[in-house]
Structure formats: structure tokens, C-alpha cells
T-cell receptor, first 115, second 112 residues
């Protein structure tokens, strides 16, 4: 069964500093990979996704992520965070086969921004 | 396109009562998914529909839970005889061809 690990439960970053959130997955082949963001009490907003091709993907709000097959990782990065980036971030995977479409999520990383 | 909508946004009920949640997907999205999210955890898959057919159900979906999508448009999730352990955020998502799921704002359930 596939699984996702987000090793950092909580990260605190100064506004304007760079950010990297880690995500590792366990799956036999290359899954579809996603990053979602959730503000308190809200649903999930898609930041970016990777299906195949270029391993560096760009998303919304200035985020990017890099797929590294050798490390089974899909880390999320942003060069300069803004106070509005404070939220919970979830990495998710699903099998690349139609008909098996459930997303498996990590436990999330809570991001706090300090002035 | 309007996004995925869910109703109600919040529900407080007493243990043993039945509750029903509604999800309206993005128009023309033929796939609809339900997830449950407890405090401090990521969402967990419950079930999904392609049009009106329910194609997969998680073992989390006990016999007290039932989901329908009668006309392939909106969906309802009913929980019978609610228990305190059912307290969670219930999230709905939809997709066009099954690749990318777009989530609604969720329904937060509190069982007293």
C-alpha cells in the first residue's frame, strides 16, 4: 500500500526567508504527486502536481516542487515566504492508474511565519 | 467555473442522531470523492463516484455511513446513529477525468 511521510510536523520561518517542506512516499512505481494547502477551518487548495516529465514543477503562489525518484521525495519550496503563507501543507499521492483514484495524504506540516 | 460547494459548513448534533451532508461538484466533473479529516491528520479517503456509480469504498465507511449520487451531479453523505468518534471535517472533491481533485470547503461535524 502506498504511504506518505511528512517528517516535519511544524516549521517556523521568518517572513522573507526561504522554505522547504519535505515529503517522502512509498510506492512501487512513480505515483501522481500533489501538494495542497489548507487554511484554518477551510478546504484544501491545490498548489501543484506532478504526473510525468520535467521533475521541477511550478505551482501557484510562487511555490515549486522537485520530484526525485532516487529519494522517493517530492519536496515543496518557496524562495521567499509571505505572512499569508501561514497554513497547513499536505503532500498526497495516488496511483497513476485510472480506476484507482483515491488520494493518500501525509499528516501535514504546519507553517508559522514570524515577522 | 464555480468551485465545489458543501452544505452545511458546520453541524452540531447529539449522539445517536442522523445527519446528512450535501456536496455539489464543479459542473461537468463526472467524478466525486468523499474524505474525512480528523484533528491533526491528513484527509482519509471514504468513497468515490464516477457519474452515479459508487466505484470504491474504504473500510472506514462503516455500515452507518451511506453515500449517494443519484443523478450523477450532487452527492449526499449520511451518517446514521452518530457517535462521538464521527466528529471530523468531511471533505468533498471532484475531478473531470480522475487526475486532479479539487476540494470544497468541508463540513465540520461535532457530535456531542
Amino acid at each position: 500500500a502506498q504511504s506518505v511521510t511528512q517528517p516535519d510536523i511544524h516549521i517556523t520561518v521568518s517572513e522573507g526567508a526561504s522554505l522547504e517542506l519535505r515529503c517522502n512516499y512509498s510506492y512501487g512505481a512513480t505515483p501522481y504527486l500533489f501538494w495542497y494547502v489548507q487554511s484554518p477551518g477551510q478546504g484544501l487548495q491545490l498548489l501543484l502536481k506532478y504526473f510525468s516529465g520535467d521533475t521541477l514543477v511550478q505551482g501557484i503562489k510562487g511555490f515549486e516542487a522537485e520530484f526525485k525518484r532516487s529519494q522517493s521525495s517530492f519536496n515543496l519550496r518557496k524562495p521567499s515566504v509571505h505572512w499569508s503563507d501561514a497554513a497547513e501543507y499536505f503532500c498526497a499521492v495516488r496511483e497513476p492508474n485510472f480506476g484507482n483514484e483515491k488520494l493518500t495524504f501525509g499528516t501535514g506540516t504546519r507553517l508559522t511565519i514570524i515577522p | 467555473d464555480t468551485g465545489v460547494s458543501q452544505d452545511p459548513r458546520h453541524k452540531i448534533t447529539k449522539r445517536g442522531q442522523n445527519v446528512t451532508f450535501r456536496c455539489d461538484p464543479i459542473s461537468e466533473h463526472n467524478r466525486l470523492y468523499w474524505y474525512r479529516q480528523t484533528l491533526g491528520q491528513g484527509p482519509e479517503f471514504l468513497t468515490y463516484f464516477q457519474n452515479e456509480a459508487q466505484l470504491e469504498k474504504s473500510r472506514l465507511l462503516s455500515d452507518r455511513f451511506s453515500a449517494e449520487r443519484p443523478k450523477g451531479s450532487f452527492s449526499t453523505l449520511e451518517i446514521q446513529r452518530t457517535e462521538q468518534g464521527d466528529s471530523a471535517m468531511y471533505l468533498c472533491a471532484s475531478s473531470n477525468r480522475g487526475e486532479t481533485q479539487y476540494f470544497g470547503p468541508g463540513t465540520r461535524l461535532l457530535v456531542l
